[in-house]
């Protein structure tokens, strides 16, 4: 059986901690995000034998891949065709290879993996690129309802792109008028 003294321990060393009782026994899982980006989870409880057991999962920082700092040029070719010879500010979305998708009056670039470090490098990055950008952050736990909007006028175009989280997955939205 875990104890108590386990859960206070990882509390006091900044560990985001959950304690559960099911069917008499105690699991408590906690996680804590590192200063290079790296995240620990692990999840201790106790079993019918009494037999206490530990899963740890280890994520690496979400960083792009060394020398991915662009959309692959298939991406690429498409923004620029979409708008007028111009293009959007590069995010790294969890994958190399982004899903392009073509749309009446814009595109959708989906990613592959989520990591709430999107949201900030989707602001600095359309930021950094002269774009008007606002936070939405209209939801308090559900992903889909937080939200980072830019805008700016491309080729004659105002374009206004919207990254968020969609179904556990990173897309980014362009529309334009």
């Known amino acids: 059986m875990i104890s108590l003294d386990a859960y206070a321990k990882l509390l006091a060393d900044g560990w985001t901690c959950n304690l559960e009782i099911y069917h008499s026994m105690l699991k408590v899982t906690a996680s804590k995000k590192f200063d290079d980006g790296s995240k620990v989870t692990l999840k201790a409880y106790g079993t019918?034998?009494?037999?206490?057991?530990?899963?740890?999962?280890?994520a690496a920082p979400f960083v792009a891949p060394e020398g991915v700092n662009g959309w692959s040029t298939s991406v690429a070719r498409k923004i620029s065709k979409k708008l007028d010879g111009g293009t959007i500010p590069f995010v790294y979305l969890g994958t190399t290879s982004p899903k392009y998708a073509d749309r009446t009056t814009g595109f959708e670039i989906d990613g592959e993996v989520?990591?709430?470090s999107i949201w900030d490098s989707a602001y600095n990055a359309f930021k950094a690129d002269g774009w008007n950008v606002?936070?939405?952050?209209?939801?308090?736990?559900?992903?889909?309802?937080?939200?980072?909007?830019?805008?700016?006028?491309?080729?004659?175009?105002?374009?206004?792109?919207?990254?968020?989280?969609?179904?556990s997955k990173p897309e980014i939205d362009v529309y334009y008028e």
Not at 48 to 58: P, R, V
Not at 144 to 166: D, H, L
């Open 48 to 58: 019918y034998s009494s037999t206490g057991e530990i899963d740890i999962t280890y």
């Open 114 to 116: 989520w990591d709430d």
């Open 134 to 167: 606002i936070w939405d952050y209209t939801g308090t736990s559900s992903y889909s309802n937080k939200r980072v909007y830019a805008q700016k006028e491309i080729g004659g175009k105002v374009c206004t792109a919207i990254t968020y989280c969609y179904a």
